[in-house]
């Protein structure tokens, strides 16, 4: 049964810059649902419509049975929401402020009390619930923030890029918080990342989003499958950007036309060739480019990634878009924060 | 009543915040009194002026500091708004049910207890110093009244500059701007016959003006009401353009 669902669901920022662009979408109930994309890809603006934050320009969404636009207030109340920034209060207690959310969802002071002892248990903050905020770590406030998106039990839960920012342990922590949550208490997931360990891990179902458009749609393994059986990695230059791109170019030109080989795309000055064995066709590789005078320094051979899944939809790896620009706006993000 | 329950737990937290912070608390109970016992030495040779009709300056201008606090103090409310949108509990805030009208109007309320209990002390210690205020104890009600009225406007007015520009340089900017002169431009620290002519007329466009004249009648002459009636309607009705303002502004920004 599908929870939220979206129809060419879209947002055109003052401006003209269109943020989300015709999303069709539907998540099932109980499902952890993995929305994967480079910074800027939409992935937050679609979120935000989704939770009644922003309203949409055009086209539907129907979240928990309600639509964002006609019914607001019946959606806030069914859904909880855990934003990239922990929007915590430093100057409270860990318990204050998740009271606080159980008075904002009209919980009686009982019900408030016994789910505040529950939830601090589920996310192992057992002892600090006292202490003030300022006092913890980084990971620790993310797993109050959690907890507060969870003091009405909601059905859906909206965890935005719930990982940035944090050390790798806390993450894989923050991971298991989240498997726990959907296991536990049924809670159905929607889960924004531009991980792709992230969203491999922890996502049923995933939706690869670029630009504002969806590219692609499925469980983990069936993308990685729709790739093809094996990624060979041919890195054939060396030399200056110019004499590079023709280099790619000419290596694909090359590559497309032989019968084994699925898909080619260039990117970072590397080829990734889609094929279903590696080992049987680097051979036929090797050779096809030697009788084009073309030299390689480096093959490998593995299996798809996300990365590759996302570079065949797209035409782009997610890393390259990881640029200097995302470092610095995450940074001034973080710039009134204590460390973690 | 789900808008009452918002705003009281709201305003619980705000209160909670503000008594943690024991600096802050100390400075904003002594500062009033800072004023009272200064600025009456500084400008005590004014009270042989016959203007003055021979009352003491600390008489006159008793009433001009209980203003003065709630004015200081009320411009600056936006400041904590600041730190729920820079934090991001603001917007985390509005993904929930929480009444949005709630939001502005328990900060508001925060703000207003506080610089009601340091009017309370202002008066008290005036009484103390030997100040005698001719309406008694619901003379003081009334005046603290008056006072709310101007402090809640400006409250409003702050919080809804800080979601207009959302961070604190032009926030900071904006109220020392507004705040000096909207003082001066009055009779709090100066009788009305000792301004200019200029600024005789001037006071009379100025919300602080109706403040300090409904308060200082209410201590010095007793219930003038042609002033005292003026001072309401102009103190209510700046109150109501200042949340009508604060609540636009939250549209604006947060919606």
């Known amino acids: 049964m599908a929870i939220i669902e979206t129809e060419r669901l879209t947002k055109i920022f003052p401006g003209g810059v269109t943020a989300v662009d015709g999303i069709d979408l539907e998540v099932r109930e109980g499902e952890i649902f993995g929305f994967l994309g480079p910074n800027g890809a939409g992935k937050t603006t679609t979120i935000k419509m989704l939770n009644t934050l922003l309203r949409p320009t055009s086209g539907k969404a129907i979240v928990a049975g309600f639509d964002v636009v006609k019914n607001p207030a019946d959606v806030r109340r069914s859904i909880g929401y855990v934003a990239q920034d922990v929007g915590v209060d430093e100057h409270a207690t860990g318990r204050e402020n998740l009271t606080l959310y159980g008075h904002f969802y009209r919980l009686d002071s009982k019900t408030i009390k016994e789910r505040v002892k529950n939830l601090f248990a589920l996310v192992d903050l057992e002892g600090v619930e006292d202490k003030m905020v300022s006092t913890y770590s980084g990971g620790m406030r993310k797993r109050l923030d959690i907890a507060m998106g969870l003091i009405h039990e909601p059905k859906i839960i909206f965890l935005d890029e719930p990982t940035v920012g944090l050390d790798p342990q806390t993450r894989t922590h923050i991971w298991d918080y989240v498997r726990r949550l959907a296991k536990s208490m049924g809670i159905t997931i929607f889960l924004t990342t531009h991980y792709m360990d992230e969203a491999d891990k922890l996502a049923d179902r995933l939706a690869i989003i670029d630009r504002g458009k969806i590219m692609a749609l499925g469980t983990p393994d069936d993308l990685k499958r729709s790739v093809g059986g094996d990624v060979v990695t041919l890195s054939p230059c060396n030399t200056g950007p110019a004499e590079c791109a023709a280099f790619l170019e000419r290596t694909r030109a090359v590559l497309s036309g032989l019968s084994f080989v699925k898909g080619v795309q260039t990117a970072d000055g590397e080829v990734s060739v889609f094929v279903e064995s590696g080992e049987a066709a680097a051979p036929g590789i090797m050779r096809a480019l030697g009788g084009a005078g073309i030299e390689i320094q480096r093959l490998s051979v593995s299996r798809p990634t996300l990365d590759d899944v996302f570079l065949k939809y797209t035409g782009r790896t997610i890393r390259a878009q990881e640029g200097s620009a995302t470092t610095f706006a995450q940074m001034a993000r973080k710039r009134n924060r204590r460390p973690s | ?255």
């Open chain 2, 1 to 255: 009543m789900n808008i009452l329950a918002d705003v009281w737990y709201q305003v619980i937290r705000h209160w909670r915040t503000q008594i943690r912070m024991k600096v802050w608390i100390f400075v904003n109970l002594f500062q009033p009194i800072l004023w009272l016992v200064l600025f009456t030495q500084i400008f005590k040779s004014l009270s042989n002026l016959p203007e003055m009709g021979g009352s003491s300056y600390l008489q006159f201008f008793a009433p001009g500091v209980v203003v003065m606090t709630v004015l200081f103090g009320s411009a600056w409310a936006g400041m904590g708004m600041l730190y729920d949108i820079d934090m991001g509990i603001l917007s985390k805030m509005l993904a929930t049910p929480v009444s949005r009208i709630s939001i502005v109007s328990s900060r508001v309320l925060a703000s207003m207890t506080l610089l009601l209990l340091q009017g309370t002390i202002i008066f008290i210690l005036a009484l103390i110093m030997g100040v005698d205020i001719q309406t008694g104890a619901p003379g003081v009600i009334f005046a603290l009244f008056i006072v709310s009225l101007l402090g809640l406007g400006f409250a409003a007015f702050s919080n809804g500059l800080a979601l207009l520009y959302q961070r604190p340089e032009p926030l900071m900017g904006t109220i020392n701007f507004l705040t000096m002169p909207m003082m001066f431009m009055s009779s709090t620290m100066m009788k009305p016959e000792l301004l200019p002519d200029w600024l005789d007329t001037a006071r009379h466009f100025n919300p602080v003006d109706y403040a300090v004249v409904g308060v200082r009648d209410l201590v010095l002459e007793g219930y003038v009401w042609s002033d005292l009636w003026k001072s309401l309607a102009v103190l209510g009705a700046w109150a109501i353009v200042g949340l009508i303002f604060g609540t636009m502004m939250f549209r604006l920004r947060a919606e």
